[in-house]
Nanobody, 128 residues
Framework: QVQLVESGGDSVQTGGSLRLSCAAS????????VGWFRQGPGKEREAVAGIYDYDGSTYYVDSVKGRFIISQDNAKNTVYLQMNSLKPEDTGMYYCATVAGVCTLVRGVPDAAYFDYWGQGTQVTVSS
């Protein structure tokens, strides 16, 4: 069955960097839409970034533009989230998710309502 496994979360100081990985199985990321989401302490889940292979587009929430980069390695069937210049407000559990089947309805910053399969999450903590 479809499985997503996140890794790479850690505790870092403000200004630090981390690279999160989302390893996929039972589907090919080369023909999928994958999103990164996060949920900070006491906050609602929010979208962070998405990569959509139907047109090769990437999208970011405004708060991470210029600092985070979403990418993929088709050979490893893995999606990455490179996070630079981290801030305390980036703290949270980070999840990757994908859409079952055709995902051409997904546009812009990912909407969690469209995403069917989720990983277990990886914790990112940024201290000041």
């Amino acid at each position: 069955q479809v499985q997503l496994v996140e890794s790479g979360g850690d505790s870092v100081q403000t200004g630090g960097s981390l690279r999160l990985s989302c390893a996929a199985s039972a589907f090919r990321i080369s023909s999928a839409c994958v999103g990164w989401f996060r949920q900070g302490p006491g906050k609602e889940r929010e979208a962070v970034a998405g990569i959509y292979d139907y047109d090769g587009s990437t999208y970011y929430v405004d708060s991470v533009k210029g600092r985070f980069i979403i990418s993929q390695d088709n050979a490893k069937n893995t999606v990455y989230l490179q996070m630079n210049s981290l801030k305390p407000e980036d703290t949270g559990m980070y999840y990757c998710a994908t859409v079952a089947g055709v995902c051409t309805l997904v546009r812009g910053v990912p909407d969690a309502a469209y995403f069917d399969y989720w990983g277990q999450g990886t914790q990112v903590t940024v201290s000041s």
